[in-house]
């Protein structure tokens, strides 16, 4: 074991989901091995505990996770668990640290961000609880990596974790286990295997897009193996390093093939895709795609016909830019409705309490609690499971939905890489203006209200502020702009647009919302702020 005399990085602060950086800002001297010795600081020490290590198998992750068992060792950790190759989903790494009641975990991923030495990579610690860990530990990782003067690390050989079995590196244990069965078995437990079997056997046919990234083995095995979809269901099945050059973000736009199917003649009755860890999903019916929100207020209104379920979801909770459409459904069933900040690691205390159930994020993110992060996989089973129980298709379902709730149409716009000066410029002058909005009249809608969203965790009283503007107005349509927490060039600005309708529920989104977004650039000053007018993506 040696001690590594560093200098600190300044720049190591934890976003939305951990620390994401180019690839290339990771395999700089020190930098992942600072970051990785201030998390064992922060969570006051590695010595004696057990942790769960594994990644999407993104470029770079397999020299990661080798760097990550030398310093877990030399900080005096017993043992780390590692999914074969170094790879695991994030919801399975999630469920491995429940299941084994480890100490917490190491998660590499960057998530839908694209993969490879030019691209993105990134770092997050999860807790014992098996979720993303909360401000105040990721403030503390901030703190450590600020003032880090040296690293400790042990020189050994790499481990060989191409085989399943136990190893030791620098006296600690290593036990390296198979990827993707602790999880499907899990999935067992939920869903009724044996009705989604029938399903496929009576010509039900289903498209999933791995798109090279690290669901393709998860997916292959449950949906192919267990469930008896013909091979060939799962497409872009194996996962590759720069994820074949695809963008694994899970989105009309990057998902666009998926999408041509969908909509295509002859296409599937069902779609689905994930992005680079695993986490997101999207789903897509016969000729119709379903926004994030509505599949979030679905599968919540739908969860008990599975069998998981079948006593009842406790509560829901969506982040706070996600549309209210599940608010409606926990109405109707008389359940809490929360409203969190963007960022799973926000439902992990109402999960932990036993407030909700069922969470949810309009960014394609879907989950229950089950483990603790958002599940692609899980959501396109619930999907698959109330398709079977239903017998009804995907477009008959949603507009079923829409008669009983009413429709929130909803988009997001995206505008990527902008100049950060001027995005925090525009978002500083609008939120100077907050206070002189109510009552204003934009394009024919009057504004009720306009805050900056602040969060009370409603089990340990912490509180967050500036999660994003909010702008109401009277006949319940809604803006919302924040910057993203995950981008790693610029700044992302994200529009966030709401509408509901009690009728009339066949219109394009877009056209739907069209007089909210020019009352948005119109607030916002979106194109004199940043000279973009059209968003880079929509979904
Ligand atoms: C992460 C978080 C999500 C969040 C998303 C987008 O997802 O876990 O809770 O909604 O980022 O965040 P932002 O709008 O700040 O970019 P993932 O899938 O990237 O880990």
């Known amino acids: 074991m040696t001690t590594i005399q560093t200098v600190a990085f300044d720049d190591q602060k934890p976003g939305t989901s951990g620390l994401r950086k180019k690839t290339r800002v990771f395999m700089q001297a020190h930098y992942l091995e600072n ?40 900080n005096g950790a017993a043992k780390v668990i590692v999914g074969q190759g170094g790879i695991l989903s994030t919801p399975a790494a999630s469920h491995l640290i429940r299941s084994r009641k480890t100490d917490g975990g190491i998660i590499l991923s960057a998530s839908h961000n694209p993969g490879g030495e030019d ?62 069965a602790d999880y499907a078995a899990l ?64 989105n009309p736009t990057w998902a666009h093939e998926l999408m041509a199917e969908m909509m295509g003649d002859d296409a599937p009755n069902f779609g689905a895709a994930s992005d680079g860890d695993g986490d997101r999903n999207m789903v897509v019916g016969r000729g119709i795609y379903v926004s994030p929100s509505d599949s979030l207020a679905v ?29 409606r459904v926990a109405a109707d069933l008389g359940i809490e409705a929360f409203e969190t900040p963007t960022g799973w690691k926000f439902f992990g205390n109402l999960l932990d ?11 394609f993110g879907t989950g229950s609690d089950h483990v603790r992060e958002k599940d692609g996989l899980w959501a ?14 995907v477009s008959e379902i949603l507009e079923a939905h829409w008669a009983k709730y009413g429709r929130n149409y909803y988009s997001r716009h995206d505008f990527e890489a902008v100049d950060k000066d001027k995005a925090d410029a525009m978002m500083a002058a609008l939120r100077g203006s907050l206070a002189d909005l109510p009552g204003r009249e934009i394009e024919g809608l009057k504004i009720a209200n306009a805050d900056d969203f ?3 965790d409603p ?68 194109q004199g702020y940043t000279g973009r007018v059209t968003p880079d993506v929509i979904t």
Not at 48 to 69: S, W
Not at 299 to 325: C, D, E, Q
Not at 380 to 393: F, H
Request: a negative charge; charged letters at 20%.
């Open 35 to 74: 970051f990785v010795q201030a998390i064992f600081n922060a969570i006051g020490g590695a010595k004696g505990k057990t942790f769960i290590v594994g990644g999407d198998g993104r470029f770079f992750n397999d020299r990661a996770v080798q760097v990550i068992l030398r310093i877990a060792a030399a």
């Open 119 to 180: 691209e993105d990579f990134g770092i997050k610690f999860n807790m014992p609880n098996g979720g993303p860990a909360p401000e105040n530990i990721t403030d503390a990782m901030f703190r450590e990596a600020s003032v880090l003067v040296s690293y400790n690390i042990v020189e050994a050989q790499d481990v060989d974790l191409g085989a399943i079995g136990e190893t030791t590196i620098g006296g600690m244990a290593v036990e390296v286990v198979d990827c993707v």
């Open 187 to 250: 999935m067992e437990t939920l869903f009724d295997f044996d009705k989604i079997r029938a399903m496929f056997a009576n010509g039900f046919r289903m498209r999933f897009d791995a798109m090279c990234a690290v669901t393709g083995p998860y997916a292959t095995e449950i949906l192919e193996n267990r469930l008896g979809a013909p091979a060939g269901t799962v497409t872009h099945g194996t996962p590759l390093p720069d994820f074949g050059g695809m963008h694994p973000d899970p």
């Open 299 to 327: 599968l919540a209104a739908n969860a008990h016909l599975a069998k998981g379920y079948a006593k009842g979801i406790a509560g829901v909770a969506r982040s706070m830019p996600t549309s209210a459409a599940v608010d």
């Open 353 to 363: 309490a036993g407030r909700v159930t069922l969470c949810g994020e309009e960014s």
């Open 380 to 393: 396109v089973l619930l999907w698959l499971n109330i398709l079977a129980v239903r017998g009804q298709s």
């Open 454 to 456: 602040a969060y009370t």
């Open 459 to 526: 089990v340990d009283g912490s509180t967050s502020a500036k999660q994003g503007v909010r702008i109401l107005f009277e006949d319940g349509s809604r803006i919302v702009m924040r910057l993203s927490g995950t981008g790693t060039q610029g700044a992302t600005l994200r529009l966030y647009l709401e509408r509901y309708a009690e009728s009339g529920f066949d219109q394009d989104p877009q056209e739907a919302l069209a007089p909210v977004i020019r009352a948005a650039q119109g607030l916002a000053d979106i």
